[in-house]
């Protein structure tokens, strides 16, 4: 084995690969940045799915139904219409709540 390292320590230098002790620097560069938190305004309240919550983006119009997404929720019952949340994308119109879930009917 010590044949090899001082070839093994001339392709890290060359390649710029260092070692280290958690995650490698490959696997660390090549891992994606998470989602962007996003505004979101609740505009409807399924009553027979607790965990879900209609809402649209806060910067686009609440009149065109092509701009709802859903949000997954632990529980629905205390979000309101005209509820600000932030929600991280798992999807194309799909979102989920990020932080916790309001414990009073419409107080946030």
Not at 65 to 92: A, E, H, I, M, Y
């Amino acid at each position: 084995m010590s044949v090899h390292k001082p070839l093994l320590t001339l392709v890290r230098a060359l390649t710029g690969i260092v070692p280290s002790a958690g995650k490698s620097a490959a696997a660390t560069a090549g891992a994606p940045a998470p989602p962007a938190l996003v505004d979101l305004v609740v505009w409807s309240v399924p009553a027979l799915n607790r965990h879900l919550v209609i809402c649209r983006p806060a910067h686009l119009a609440g009149d065109n139904p092509q701009n709802l997404v859903s949000l997954q929720v632990r529980d629905n019952r205390n979000f309101v219409k005209n509820l600000r949340v932030g929600g991280r994308p798992t999807g194309p119109r799909h979102f989920i709540l990020e932080g916790p879930c309001p414990r009073w009917k419409g107080k946030w």
